[in-house]
């Protein structure tokens, strides 16, 4: 490839991405929920009318490795208009859990359907049987409404009844709506954005240029696979459990490297579960393109398009735990076994490339949901929380403490913040140290989050890594295991990794996570 066109090829990747960023700002600041204003739980992407992907922002990997199939789920179910706004959260047509609701947007120039912007943000609650949308259950049902693929706007007209009923059904509306109404806004300026872009370079232009990034991007993979030696490699790792029977859930991988290509065969998994562990296959995608896309990156500076993701074929079977059939249970699957499918396929490619892959990395989310009635306003409210851990050690270095990893991307909800809007404290929020796992590249530390409640709550944890510790590599030790613990009329109690609970005053929470593996 000549300079020129490497730099004309740079230079629309930059442009491009940097409208999925932007909109991923006016996200952020037109929220309502800390959530998304604080933890910045969303993604935003553009997509071609193919239904590829041609850039993303630097968000969420779980969110956008499922996007592609979101897109290909829909694509074809609507007469696609000037104006439109579809929204969804099914986890069965290329969702991931019912708290992230995506909105999608078709843009056309010049009167032709030209591209879609997509958003993906965590609700911090879409109704069902607990606060927050995120608790121990055993049918979808239980876990929220589960939006099927419809027209939120119709040729720029709302459909209000819809609109309305579905508010109604949710805790804290208001607050729900400044975040749906934020999701609106980042697609707009999206739309203006590429509408700009076109006027500028002609829409021919643009599209040449995005079908040749995705073509760069897939050479750029192909590359790296060939380099990578050929054969089988197999690996397996555990769920802890799924929150209603106590028993390992494994998770077992099958890698074929030949040419340029890799298969990555997860069909001898567990069956599908009876609580909320169980992942949706876009779930699942999402993680094996997550771990394929890091190999990229650690050999430069790619684009992130649907190029990347044409020489990995993923192999699963309907109604496992890594890809869910209706009526599966699946709000942990998006946060906690998402993160099980990334360590299982790395155990395996370490066997490919073992001076290249870290250990374990803590391996959960860490996922807090609280809710109840707020004693000043008397009105409802929901709060979700992540948790970060110890990344694992890498073959170079230590691993990086009190930090998310993997498939997640999104920050801590500043305590201020967090006291400001809710009836609890943060009494303490420190690194956990030595939970690293020892080595010649020690694991980084997890962390400790302690919870003081001042009103009756209703508590949700969704946690892993509780009896089954992040593995090291090469001779690394595994990071230590996490705890929940609560404390009550000073006796302590020690809970199950997955669990619902009633607090009351006066109570305390605290939350031991995971360090990572060592290396070496």
């Not at 360590?343 to 807090?368: E, F, R, Y």
């Amino acid at each position: 490839m000549s300079v020129s066109k490497a730099v004309e090829l740079e230079i629309f990747n930059k442009i491009l991405s940097s409208i999925a960023e932007e909109m991923g700002i006016v996200l952020r600041r037109s929220a309502f929920s800390p959530n998304i204003r604080e933890r910045r739980d969303f993604s935003c992407a553009i997509f071609d009318t193919q239904g590829e992907m041609v850039a993303q922002a630097s968000h969420i990997p779980v969110h956008l490795g499922a996007m592609p199939l979101t897109i290909q789920e829909l694509l074809p179910q609507f007469d696609w208009q000037a104006g439109d706004v579809v929204i969804t959260n099914d986890p069965f047509q290329g969702g991931t859990h019912l708290p992230d609701i995506t909105l999608i947007k078709p843009v056309f120039i010049e009167n032709k359907l030209s591209f879609f912007l997509i958003n993906r943000a965590h609700h911090a609650d879409i109704g069902g049987k607990h606060p927050g949308s995120m608790a121990v259950t055993t049918h979808i049902d239980e876990e929220g409404i589960l939006i099927y693929p419809r027209k939120l706007l119709s040729q720029g007209k709302s459909d209000k009844t819809f609109f309305e009923d579905l508010l109604g059904q949710l805790r804290n509306p208001l607050e729900r709506k400044g975040d749906f109404e934020a999701q609106l806004a980042s697609l707009n300026r999206g739309e203006r954005r590429i509408q700009e872009i076109a006027r500028r370079y002609g829409l021919k232009k643009l599209n040449v240029m995005a079908q040749a990034l995705k073509d760069y991007s897939e050479k750029a993979m192909r590359h790296i696979l060939a380099g990578l030696p050929q054969g089988v490699f197999t690996f397996t790792d555990y769920l802890d459990d799924d929150g209603i029977e106590a028993k390992d859930i494994p998770l077992a991988v099958r890698i074929e490297i030949k040419n340029t290509t890799v298969t990555v065969d997860l069909r001898q998994s567990s069956p599908q579960v009876k609580g909320s562990v169980n992942a949706p296959r876009a779930v699942t995608q999402a993680a094996v393109y997550y771990v394929f896309l890091c190999l990229l990156k650690t050999n430069g500076e790619y684009p992130i398009n649907h190029g990347c993701f044409r020489p990995l074929e993923i192999l699963t079977t309907s109604g496992t735990v890594v890809d869910a059939r209706y009526p599966a249970a699946v709000a942990a699957g998006n946060v906690e076994t998402s993160q099980r499918v990334v360590d299982t396929i790395l155990g395996a490619l370490a066997q490919v490339m073992p001076k290249a892959i870290p250990a374990a990395s803590c391996g959960s989310m860490n996922n807090i949901a609280i809710g109840g009635i707020h004693p000043q306003t008397n009105k409802a409210f929901t709060y979700y929380e992540t948790i970060g851990g110890g990344m694992g050690a890498r073959p170079t270095k230590d691993g990086l403490s009190g930090i998310h990893t993997h498939m997640t991307n999104t920050l801590n909800t500043p305590i201020e913040a967090l006291e400001h809007d809710y009836p609890f404290m943060v009494e303490s929020y420190r690194l956990r140290k030595g939970s690293g796992g020892v080595g010649l590249f020690k694991g980084g530390d997890g962390l400790v989050r302690s919870y003081y409640f001042l009103s009756p709550v209703s508590v949700t944890i969704l946690s892993e890594r509780r009896r089954h510790a992040p593995y090291g590599l090469c001779g690394g030790k595994p990071g230590r295991r996490g705890e929940n613990i609560l404390i009550r009329n000073g006796q302590e109690c020690l809970l199950p990794g997955k669990v619902n609970l009633a607090v009351e005053p006066g109570d305390k929470l605290i939350i031991h996570t995971p360090g990572g593996g060592g290396w070496g």
